[in-house]
């Protein structure tokens, strides 16, 4: 759907926002609507994506792992090359520099892992704009070296103690700072999510992912990729990858964090597993319990520790242009050391999971066919996170 | 009519403005949420808000979000909420108005969700997160059954203003500062004009409640004198709560509750 007027992707979407918000949304929305078409927004945007975050990104033959699969050919868009280490900048660099023309003097964030976060004080950094970003205190313990990252580039980090304090608690911490600041305050949102028109504004700073696949694709095989894979937490790299895809033949799975287990409740599995209802300002799948209460989430990556999905994704499941399968703690694991070995390319966790699902699948296609998986991140981030896991997990 | 409007104009006969008063139903228990009612209706509270806990309370500060946790840890679930309210209502002809999230209504399905509240004993509905935009089904659901209060803040726009106000049903709720409940900023400049000008706006077709970080009889006085038809206070009510032993728990409301509502007799 290009741009959805009402906001509306089918049924999911929408702005369920206090009334206090809505004039700032709707100066987003104008604004965004006026820069991004616009030449010279672009031109500079274009300018940063480049020479600063290191775009475009290659597409690489991962022939070792391929080959241990003994199926299609795998290739990785690697994302994680690009400055900061994860795919995040695409949209920070887009969102900050929208906010500076806006005139917005502080930005403020929420993060999972921390990637976003850093991509933000990055952004902000560059672009000379004071930063505060909000993220869960389970977060902050797990994903510490993130905080020393953000708090050196200049970014103040406010632990949040309340809920679940992972990221739909930062994600509330943030939307309270913006109803109390709300003309200051540019508010940067890290994921598909949240009230029109974020989720739309990010797919499409993200959608040079996908764009860039196309392009590289059709100067190595000369067509659109077979078959395309991501991650799916609020599912940004995902939407990014997805989105100037849906148009082709490929067959597009998304990959959602099955933690424990889908029938144990340690998971994040939210297309998977989820129902419909509203959260953060969206109507979308969310991991709920009978009553509507928003239930706790489990993920090895901090990333996808999330119960609720962007809306767009929620209606690419409905109208089945998308297949959305998950992947267990285990099997992330796993996916992490083949990579680790067979390429020498540490993934991130959030990645992990859609290089499980792309080894589970390539088994089972011809060599004739291609795979491209979105490599999100780079895993330096969890090196200590796997460490603990396999202490705990592998006997020798 | 409905018990609310019926409230506001058997107050606008006496010359009198409201005193709404909200509390977190299982807050700090069950048995309390019974105490702290008679407290507020002897005190001379006009109507009252019964706040159903969502786990994501997005619009609300720590006091109330602290409420929310506790009353969620104290397994209040739908069906012990309306019957803390059935057991409310064969007491007290009172109005009240439940306060939640809008996913609570839409995970039951509003139609579903409001007839039971109603027939619990509830005459009406906030939703914070509820904007008029995304409120087609909601409204159907609700007509001729129960009123709709809708929230405006100071930085909306006249027109809004206009169309908010005709969505609305009981009182039209007006945020009083930028910020979440019980935010602690004083009194301001920006929330006295606002006042001022969405009475103007909504001429007296609905009356306009304050609220948002009103806590003492000096607020409540204040917000009056710049005409508001009603004051709602929240979480000082909670912060007082807290503070209580139980078993003085509705005098020391009902006290706190008389000295607020002294404020809005006195016009």
């Known amino acids: ?396 | 009519m409905s018990r609310i409007k019926e409230k506001f104009a058997e107050l606008s006969a006496k010359k009198e403005k409201a005193l709404i008063a909200y509390i977190m139903v299982g807050y700090p228990n069950e048995n309390a949420t019974i105490s702290v009612v008679r407290g507020l209706i002897k005190g001379g509270a006009d109507i009252i808000e019964l706040g159903f806990p969502f786990s994501d309370p997005l619009a609300d500060g720590p006091v109330i979000q602290n409420a929310s946790t506790v009353s969620l840890d104290n397994g209040i679930k739908l069906n012990k909420f309306f019957n803390i309210v059935k057991k409310i209502r064969k007491e007290t002809d009172i109005p009240l108005i439940l306060m939640t999230y809008t996913n609570i209504l839409y995970h039951k399905g509003y139609s579903k969700f409001i007839a039971e509240a109603k027939n619990a004993g509830i005459d009406g509905f906030i939703l914070p997160d509820m904007s008029i935009e995304e409120s087609k089904e909601y409204l159907t659901s609700a007509k001729n059954t129960a009123d709709t209060i809708f929230l405006v803040s100071p930085n909306t726009t006249k027109s809004r203003i206009e169309r908010i106000a005709k969505l609305s049903s009981g009182f039209l709720y007006l945020v009083a500062v930028y910020g979440t409940t019980g935010v602690k900023i004083g009194i301001q400049n920006y929330t006295l004009n606002a006042i001022k000008e969405v009475k103007k706006i909504t001429k007296g077709k609905i009356p306009v409640g304050v609220g948002f970080g009103v806590s003492t009889p000096e607020d409540v006085k204040k917000y009056i004198k710049a005409g508001a038809d009603a004051v709602i206070v929240g979480s000082a009510f909670l912060k007082l709560i807290e503070k209580i032993p139980q078993n003085k728990l509705e005098s020391s409301i009902a006290a706190f509750t008389k000295s607020l509502k002294r404020q809005t007799v006195q016009t």
């Open chain 1, 1 to 396: 759907m290009k741009y959805p007027k009402d906001g509306r992707f089918g049924e999911f979407g929408g702005k369920y926002i206090p009334e206090t918000l809505v004039p700032a949304i709707e100066e987003l929305e104008e604004n965004y609507l006026k820069f991004k078409d616009n030449k010279d927004f672009k031109k500079e945007l274009d300018y940063y994506l480049k020479q600063y975050a290191g775009r475009p990104t290659p597409l690489y033959y991962a022939k070792n792992l391929s080959e241990k699969c003994g199926g299609a050919k795998i290739y990785l868009k690697r994302e994680d090359l690009l400055h900061g280490g994860a795919h995040k900048i695409n949209n920070t660099l887009g969102q900050a520099l929208l906010a500076k023309k806006m005139n917005k003097k502080r930005i403020i964030a929420e993060t999972g892992a921390g990637q976003h976060g850093v991509a933000t004080a990055m952004a902000c950094a560059v672009l000379g704009i004071k930063s505060e970003v909000y993220m869960g205190y389970k977060d902050t313990i797990r994903q510490k070296l993130n905080v020393y990252r953000m708090n050196m580039l200049g970014a103040k980090v406010h632990p949040v103690k309340s809920g679940s304090k992972t990221l739909k608690d930062a994600i509330n911490e943030a939307i309270r700072d913006w109803i109390t600041n709300v003309e200051s305050t540019y508010y940067l949102l890290g994921s598909a999510v949240g009230p029109h028109p974020y989720p739309v504004m990010v797919r499409d700073f993200q959608s040079v992912i996908g764009e860039e696949i196309k392009v590289q694709m059709k100067k190595i095989s000369n067509k659109t990729p077979d078959i395309v894979i991501a991650c799916v937490g609020g599912g940004s790299n995902a939407i990014g990858t997805f989105y100037p895809l849906v148009d082709t033949n490929a067959e597009i799975i998304g990959v959602e964090a099955a933690g424990k287990g889908l029938k144990s409740k340690y998971h994040s599995a939210t297309l998977s597993a989820g129902s419909k209802g509203v959260l953060h300002g969206m109507m979308t799948y969310l991991l709920q319990d009978d009553e509507g209460q928003i239930t706790e989430t489990h993920s090895i990556s901090a990333g996808l520790d999330y119960p609720g999905v962007g809306p767009e994704h929620s209606y690419l499941k409905d109208t089945k242009r998308v297949k959305y399968h998950s992947a267990t703690d285990a099997e992330v694991i796993d996916a992490f050391l083949m990579l680790t070995r067979t390429e020498g390319i540490i993934p991130a966790l959030e990645s992990a999971h859609a290089i499980a699902e792309a080894m589970k699948v390539a088994k089972k296609s011809k060599k004739s066919e291609s795979i491209v998986v979105t490599l999100s991140g780079r895993g330096d981030k969890d090196v200590e996170e796997v460490q603990k896991y396999l202490s705990k997990h592998v006997k020798n």
